[in-house]
Nanobody, 116 residues
């Protein structure tokens, strides 16, 4: 299993960012996929999950209405569109193979910093 995140960076409050996660080494289209994050000095926080076919999504209350998870099974890629970002969204973002409670592999992460 290999998961490689990209797209992080520095963004101003209220701005937007799109994260990507390239997957390989497993049948991507058969698995739910998640995004989780870890803010400085805090534990892992689940952010969002998408079903294997992409038809069902769920979000943490902290990002609902601002973030959108999606996937392209043909490209074996997971996405997280982040809009109206806030300083509290600053974290390392990881994509994870599996759902909210049963994800078993994560990538190396991509840093997102929200600051003016």
């Amino acid at each position: 299993v290999q998961l490689v995140e990209s797209g992080g960076g520095l963004v101003q409050p209220g701005g937007s960012l799109r994260l990507s996660c390239a997957a390989s080494g497993f049948p991507f289209s058969l698995y739910a996929m998640s995004w989780v994050r870890q803010a400085p000095g805090k534990g892992l926080e689940w952010v969002s999950v998408i079903s294997s076919g992409g038809g069902s999504t769920t979000y943490a209350d902290s990002v609902k209405g601002r973030f959108t998870i999606s996937r392209d099974n043909a490209k074996k890629t997971l996405y997280l569109e982040m809009n109206s970002v806030k300083p509290e969204d600053t974290a390392v973002y990881y994509c994870a193979k599996g759902g909210r409670y049963d994800n078993d592999y994560r990538g190396q992460g991509t840093q997102v910093t929200v600051s003016s």
